[in-house]
């Protein structure tokens, strides 16, 4: 299905998972699969049974080193998680979830949806990257959901949600919606200046001053040209600090 959000399994452990992963997304017409440091490698035979004829998804898996660069290509990603992350990002039942990829994919927007590996689920710099996170509903005394039922439980969402007719959507003539290869190497150029600048000090909370400042750019919806034009302030502030300041 044109437009239909890649699925992204972020460290997956088991085989068996990944395989019944793409049985789910065959059911409901998905076929991006993207693997970010499996554990046991890929690819892995212990996914095939679980796919039940899915195969040509497993065959046309991709693997990738990062998340980020997992997502590079992506406008728009959704992270899914069970616990509160002290984040500020827009929280989603997985109907709405399903409906907001359904219009972005409309708009022409490159979507995808993170889940976590079946350990410990997504990690808080994993979930720093995404626009929004989704949470599915669960008896609050067992709420771990095994991570190819997430992805079914979401493919169906998906796949009822493009049943419906798309809204008419005001086309932005400006600039397209940034990708996130355009996101992180702007938030990468931010920091470097920060660093530089002494702002991202003392080094023991520069780790946590780097993920809130993330999920403040996470947040803007920022477009393409709004990613040059950011990169431009930077380097001109940087420059200018270099130069110096003549005073009488």
Known sequence: M????AIILVVPQMGENIGAAARA???FALTDLRLVRPRDGWPNPDAVPMAAGATGILDNAKVFRTTEDA??????????????????????PPRGTA?????RSG???KTGILFGGERSGLANEDVALADAVVTIPTNPGFSSINIAQAVLLLGYEWFVATGRDLPEQPVDDRSRPATKEELVGFMEHMESAL??????FPPAKRPSMVLNLRNMWQRADLREQDIRTLRGIIVALSSYKTRGVKTD
């Open 25 to 27: 997304m065959s059911n």
């Open 99 to 103: 409906e907001d990829l359904w219009t």
């Open 2 to 5: 044109s437009n239909a959000p």
């Open 195 to 200: 660093d530089a600048a002494g702002f991202l």
């Open 107 to 109: 708009e022409g927007q």
């Open 71 to 92: 997502i590079a290509d992506l406008n728009y990603v959704v992270a899914t998680t069970a616990r509160q992350r002290g984040m500020i990002k827009p929280v989603l």
